[in-house]
């Protein structure tokens, strides 16, 4: 008798709790981060070479302060729920930069944007339902 077994399935559907925890994380690791950005409780990183140059002209530029906001903003819509694919769509452009950025110029800090990523896909796989018209061709 053959019995099949949707891991997928096992993980994201049936295990909402596995979900609401990912949510959780997520959304507070985006409150935590993007308020940071703007009260400054958690020590910057060193930064040095291009890594600090690059990351110095988008401080310049007030790009920070956009990543921020976007950042407290969709981690409040993941904490409550609402506009999920919205906020999983902006947190996927953020969290792909940001581990491009380490994986180029600061090796030593990618582990926060890893998890980002990673977080940010288990989301989408779980409401992979609600991108149905954006994955149309």
């Known amino acids: 008798m053959y019995v099949h077994v949707n891991l997928k399935s096992k993980l994201f559907n049936m295990n909402s709790k596995v979900i609401l925890i990912v949510r959780l994380v997520l959304a507070l690791m985006l409150l935590v981060f993007g308020s940071n950005k703007f009260l400054g ?3 910057p990183p ?3 070479g291009d890594a600090g140059a690059y990351f110095g002209a988008l401080m310049s530029a007030n790009v920070i302060t956009i990543v921020a906001i976007l950042e407290i903003i969709t981690g409040l819509l993941i904490l409550v729920g ?6 999983i769509i902006i ?3 953020m969290a792909f930069n940001a581990l491009l950025f380490h994986l180029s110029l600061d090796l030593a800090g990618v582990g ?7 977080l940010v896909i288990m989301l989408y796989v779980a409401n992979k339902d609600k991108f149905s018209e954006v994955m149309k061709a």
């Open 91 to 93: 947190n996927a452009a």
């Open 82 to 87: 609402k506009y999920l694919g919205l906020a």
């Open 112 to 118: 926060p944007a890893a998890l980002w990523v990673v």
């Open 46 to 48: 060193e930064l040095g």
């Open 41 to 43: 409780f958690l020590p």
